[in-house]
């Protein structure tokens, strides 16, 4: 699963916490859950997204030292 994969994966995390919280819970009370859902999920895609990216230039052309 690539990047577009798992970020669509995300998107769908989104929307399955969405659901839920229209399902359950107080009406007034739920601008604020969706707010701290939407945020709680874009901090988890923006770290798992820096991490692969930041794996992605050592394994795409690595090039040994001469002297090793």
């Keep these: 699963m690539g990047f577009w994969g798992t970020t669509f994966a995300f998107c769908v995390l ?38 692969y990216m930041a794996q992605m230039y050592p394994l795409v052309q690595p090039v040994r030292n001469k002297g090793e």
């Excluded at 229209?22 to 991490?51: D, E, P």
């Design 14 to 51: 989104e929307g399955a916490c969405a659901v839920y919280i229209n399902a359950t819970g107080i009406r007034g009370a739920n601008h604020l859950k969706h707010l701290l859902s939407v945020t709680a999920v874009t901090c988890m895609w923006m770290m798992w997204a820096i991490i």
